[in-house]
């Protein structure tokens, strides 16, 4: 925990010494034990999720707009098109940088995280993410589901979000039991 916690402030410190008000959002994740333990800074995003869908976990966005779905003011879906959605009020970079630590949470057989920039989160909705990644190969659907959330930002459509912006997408499954036994 140290060593993630340690590298963010580190980050911070050097992005804030470059003097150009550079900043970026983070995220990662501990995997240990069969615990996985969410880090995040911003509006970069985690998922995690059963074999079968259901998500258990789900990192508020650091932003207005993911403050106002996480209060109940705001329905997710009217967040795809909020006219805010691009405002981030937590960034590595700034001397307010907070690190948001989430708890431990047990990683069952076929569970699958998601760690991904806000491109991915704004283009499709968490139950289209969830139904690209539950089943088969998770690097050729994890393929499939960037080249989705591409033509997502090319296309401008009223009928889906669509949101040009930057896409970095990591998923891992866990597929072996391993760590504690129940």
């Known amino acids: 925990r140290s060593a993630i916690i340690n590298g963010i402030e580190q980050a911070n410190a050097a992005v804030q010494a470059w003097g150009t008000g550079a900043a970026t959002p983070v995220a990662a994740v501990e995997v240990l034990d069969g615990l996985v333990r969410p880090y995040h800074v911003g509006d970069s995003s985690i998922l995690m999720f059963g074999g079968r869908g259901k998500i ?11 403050y106002a779905i996480e209060a109940g003011v705001l329905d997710a879906s009217e967040a795809l098109y909020h006219e805010d959605r691009h ?3 937590n960034v590595v970079g700034t001397p ?13 057989q076929r569970d699958t995280v998601v760690i991904a920039t806000d491109g991915l989160f704004d283009n499709l909705r968490l139950e289209e993410i969830v139904q690209h990644l539950r089943k088969g190969p998770l690097q050729k659907t994890t393929q499939k589901l960037i080249q989705h ?7 401008n459509s009223p ?18 039991r391993r760590g504690p036994k129940k």
Not at 56 to 66: A, E, I, N, Q, R
Not at 100 to 107: A, K, W
Not at 149 to 155: G, H, I, K, L
């Open 56 to 66: 258990k976990l789900h990192t508020v966005s650091h932003s207005p707009v993911g």
């Open 87 to 89: 405002l981030v009020s």
């Open 96 to 108: 307010e940088m907070h690190i948001q630590v989430g708890p431990s949470i047990e990683l069952s």
């Open 149 to 155: 959330t591409q033509q997502r930002m090319d296309e």
């Open 159 to 176: 009928d889906h979000p669509s949101k040009p912006d930057d896409l970095t997408a990591i998923a891992y499954r866990r597929t072996s």
